[in-house]
């Protein structure tokens, strides 16, 4: 099975700040990875899918990048309501794991 | 309106049985591949299974293989999850979820498995 590691698990920042979560994967995963955000009491929301394509009504704010085992989710500037906790999941083989999440804390 | 919606959580023993109903809306639910996704309290994400558009091809976590069984029924336009022999650690959040890009989620049934 493949292992998705995300780092850090929480991330303390201010508004406006530029903020980056790294996922990496147990073995390649070419591109099929995706992001999602979830604030409490919520289904999560896909942000990103494909490693970079932002899904649709998503702020331009959001990026992703990477391929193969190292991924990045950038948010180039905090907004409020981006103070949530985020997952990476690959879809590369069964099982279609997610990484342990990454909380975004107001500083 | 593209929905999911989940039913038939509640209260179960150690051991005992549960059926968990996914409704989808507003798109063409015999097209996709269709998944079970769950939530401990406080805790990550936790891929369950996963059933393509026709039901031909069926995946579980490691965790729960050979204790649920998921289907669906395109007719009703409707996603089932039995789930059998249930444990404590099986206490979540279920969401059923269409992946990919437009991406659906469900608001989540909360399954509890205590004494």
């Known amino acids: 099975d493949i292992q998705m590691t995300q780092s850090p698990s929480t991330l303390s920042a201010s508004v406006g700040d530029r903020v980056t979560i790294t996922c990496r994967a147990s073995?390649?995963?070419?591109?099929?990875l995706a992001w999602y955000q979830q604030k409490p009491g919520k289904a999560p929301n896909l942000l990103i899918y494909k490693a970079s394509s932002l899904e649709s009504g998503v702020p331009s704010r959001f990026s992703g990048s990477g391929s193969g085992t190292e991924f990045t989710l950038t948010i180039s500037s905090l907004q409020p309501d981006d103070f949530a906790t985020y997952y990476c999941q690959h879809f590369n083989s069964y099982p279609f794991t997610f990484g342990q999440g990454t909380k975004l804390e107001i500083k | 309106e593209v929905q999911l919606v989940e039913s038939g959580g509640g209260l179960v023993k150690p051991g005992g049985s549960l059926r968990l109903s996914c409704t989808a809306s507003g798109f063409t639910f015999s097209s996709y591949t269709m998944n079970w996704v769950r939530q401990a309290p406080g805790k990550g994400l936790e891929w369950v299974s996963s059933i393509s558009s026709r039901s031909n091809y069926i995946y579980y976590a490691d965790s729960v293989k050979g204790r649920f069984t998921i289907s669906r029924d395109n007719a009703k336009n409707s996603l089932y999850l039995q789930m059998n022999s249930l444990r404590g650690e099986d206490t979540a959040v279920y969401y059923c979820?269409?992946?990919?890009?437009?991406?659906?989620w469900g608001q989540g049934t909360l399954v509890t498995v205590s004494s």
């Open positions: 979820a269409r992946d990919g890009p437009g991406a659906i």
């Open positions: 073995q390649s995963i070419s591109t099929w």
